[in-house]
């Protein structure tokens, strides 16, 4: 079973930090790439930070770089997402994917809300 398993969101203040997760299960952690996406109400999805269970290699989409920290714990079978200086416009569920080599190798967590308001 491929599971996909976030926490860490809530309600923080702007300038706040939170620390999200993303316990990965079912499959083999670093044959994929993976990566944070965020949706805002009325919005569309966006890539916020990714990261390889290969290589460790990491990338960030502009409006978070020197605010946010992808990491992963291999042992743990867990992603993070460390987020400091938070901003209003930050506010989203921020989902956890997975993705493989093979097409059907998707897969999403159930996401887990970040509002950032004071």
């Known amino acids: 079973q491929v599971q996909l398993v976030e926490s860490g969101g809530g309600l923080v203040q702007p300038g706040g930090s939170l620390r999200l997760s993303c316990a990965a299960s079912?499959?083999?952690?670093?044959?994929?790439?993976m990566t944070w996406y965020r949706q805002a109400p009325g919005k569309e999805r966006e890539v916020v930070a990714g990261?390889?269970?290969?290589?460790?290699?990491?990338n960030y989409i502009d409006s978070v770089k020197g605010r946010f920290t992808i990491s992963s714990d291999n042992d743990r079978n867990t992603v993070y997402l460390q987020m400091n200086s938070l901003k209003p416009e930050d506010t989203a569920v921020y989902y956890c994917?997975?993705?493989?080599?093979?097409?059907?190798?998707?897969?999403w967590g159930q996401g887990t809300q970040v509002t950032v308001s004071s």
């Open positions: 079912g499959f083999t952690f670093r044959a994929y790439v």
């Open positions: 994917n997975a993705r493989g080599w093979a097409a059907e190798n998707d897969f």
């Open positions: 990261i390889s269970g290969n290589t460790g290699n990491t």
